[in-house]
């Protein structure tokens, strides 16, 4: 195709700071001095209050631990779903997994919500970490799903065959041969599911407990608060450290197709 | 008949009946029942939850989600057409798209917060205009419609872009050049060739920015303040605040059906995915 005009590429580049430099401006002001917008120097002091700060320390600690659970769930559960759907479609399955992806957040979140109250009439629990980690498992499987079985679609059917023609079982098929093949499409969507259950503010909020505070909903209060130094460090550590994640997840799954 | 297959997908199936089926069969019933005393649900059963959709005031509220989300929608189409171009166009598309991409997975929080912090008062904007002599006081960026309409863009301009690259990528390039070579200046070309080419594309990127801006909740929650209220922060007012559950719950119905009609009119697009 021909390549792009002067005035496209003018364009694109313009495109392109309006998507990152919001993002940038706030690691730039991240490490100054300042607690206002003008720049005074360079300084980790914010940095430095944010380790201090036990709120978010805590709730990043919380995170951690319900994004590793629901990754771990998520990701078992979504990969067998893919290999199943591959070995014959199913489309309640589909539609299920479809609908959880274009559900607006805010009804995911109150129904679930409105579930779990439903369900403590009967048991006696409360809302907590056991009710946000079943929550992100719940929403992050439909990524797994759909990432798992993109590999798929290029995957010879005939190569599972030729090991049951030898003689495997279909479970010792799936282990043997499928399930290597799989391996980075597996490990890629682990760190989407990752991504998506530390990021998720609006259902967590909703269904979270008041042991379960997580780093979303303290950032998500300090913001509301207006003005604070402290939250362009936190913002600077969460977006590096997600992006490197997603690079790190693209990577792989452009290496599985290769 | 496949053993493994039954067993590989029982664990979803447990998750989609418990986590999806039953939570919507919940709200179903909880639009259709009355308010109790203490912020729970009673009987009898009513069809007044849905009779208040159509109030004045909330009426106001369902029309502005509207029109916030389609004046972002449009916004979106045509930021993200020229874009695609840009990477279907250029010699290095996967970095390009990357590049586009990338933002929408780093949390949405955080870039929300962004804009607040260019957008504020004594943000980065007012600061730099009111610095270099443009203006004496600062100008209200934040907290009105234009603000929620920008965080819109911001955050949905990647789901623009993706579907209007993979039309404008099948392009036959060729069809652009015999334009030129006919004599079709570019505007002419992109006009009458291009755009009625892509509208798959933009049909199908305008229902995927659409949706999610309609159920859009944290945007005008953060940028809009306490003027914008849109669909999305008045169900999350009812199950919080106001505690009305059914009208909460009749209010996610009315959301839900108005995107999966939407989506309907798109599933084409959609079972591409899954």
Same mark, same amino acid.
Not at chain 1, 153 to 157: A, E, G, K, P, V
Not at chain 1, 209 to 214: H, I, L, P
Not at chain 2, 140 to 144: F, K, M, V
Not at chain 2, 226 to 230: D, F, V
């Given at each position: 195709m021909t390549r792009p005009g002067r005035s496209l590429t003018l364009y694109a580049v313009c495109a392109y700071a309006f998507l990152h430099v919001p993002l940038l401006i706030l690691a730039v002001f991240s490490v100054?001095? %300042? !607690?206002? @917008?003008?720049?005074?120097g360079f300084s980790l002091t914010w940095y430095r209050a944010m380790f201090a700060n036990r709120d978010l320390m805590e709730s990043a600690a919380n995170s951690l631990m319900i994004a590793v659970a629901s990754t771990v769930f998520a990701t078992a559960i979504g990969a067998m779903a893919a290999y199943a759907l591959w070995k014959r479609p199913s489309v309640w399955m589909s539609g299920s997994l479809y609908l959880s992806l274009v559900t607006p957040e805010i009804v995911t979140g109150v129904s679930l919500l409105a579930f779990f109250q439903w369900i403590f009439r009967f048991v006696h629990l409360r809302l907590g970490m056991h009710t946000v980690i079943l929550a992100h498992v719940s929403f992050s499987i439909a990524y797994v799903v759909v990432v798992v079985l993109a590999r798929l !679609?290029?995957?010879?059917?005939s190569l599972e065959e030729a090991a049951m023609d030898l003689g495997a079982t279909e479970f010792a098929a799936f282990r043997g041969v499928t399930l290597p093949y799989l391996a980075p499409a597996i490990a890629a969507a682990a760190l989407l599911a990752f991504t998506v259950s530390i990021d998720d503010y609006v259902i967590t909020s909703l269904v979270a407990?008041?042991? %379960?505070? @997580?780093l979303p909903m303290v950032i998500y209060s300090m913001a509301r608060r207006g003005v604070n130094p402290v939250l362009n460090a936190v913002s600077t550590v969460v977006v590096f450290g997600l992006g490197t994640l997603v690079l790190f997840s693209e990577r792989l799954r452009a290496r599985g197709d290769r | 008949m496949s053993r493994l297959r039954a067993w590989f997908l029982a664990p979803s199936w447990l998750l989609a009946v418990a986590t999806v089926a039953i939570p919507f069969a919940i709200v179903l019933a909880y639009s259709a029942l009355s308010r109790g005393a203490y912020g729970g649900v009673e009987l009898p059963w009513t069809s007044e939850n849905y009779q208040r959709l159509f109030d004045l005031l909330y009426g106001a509220i369902l029309w502005r989600s509207v029109w916030i989300s389609a004046v972002a929608t449009v916004l979106c189409v045509v930021l993200a057409f020229p874009l695609a171009l840009f990477i279907a166009r250029s010699p290095r598309k996967n970095l390009y798209l990357s590049l586009v991409i990338l933002p929408f997975w780093t949390s949405f929080l955080i870039r929300l917060y962004a804009w607040m912090f260019l957008l504020r008062d004594t943000g980065l904007i007012n600061t730099v205009l009111q610095w270099t002599g443009w203006i004496r006081e600062p100008l209200?960026?934040?907290?009105?419609d234009g603000a929620v309409i920008l965080g819109l863009v911001y955050g949905y301009l990647p789901f623009a872009v993706l579907p209007l690259y993979a039309t404008i990528e099948k392009l036959d390039p060729h069809l652009l050049e015999a334009a030129a070579d006919l004599g079709a200046r570019p505007f002419r070309a992109l006009v009458e060739i291009l755009l009625p080419l892509s509208a798959e594309g933009i049909w199908a990127s305008s229902i995927l920015v659409f949706v999610p801006c309609l159920g859009t909740y944290l945007t005008s929650d953060l940028l809009g303040g306490?003027?914008?209220?849109?669909i999305g922060n008045l169900i999350q007012n009812q199950f919080t605040a106001s505690r009305d559950w059914p009208f909460g719950a009749a209010l996610s119905m009315a959301l839900l059906a108005m995107a999966g009609c939407l989506l309907w009119v798109a599933r084409k697009r959609g079972q591409e995915l899954l």
């Open positions: 100054n001095q %300042s !607690r206002f @917008t003008v720049w005074e !679609r290029n995957y010879d059917r407990g008041v042991d %379960s505070q @997580t | 209200p960026l934040l907290y009105n306490s003027k914008t209220i849109l």
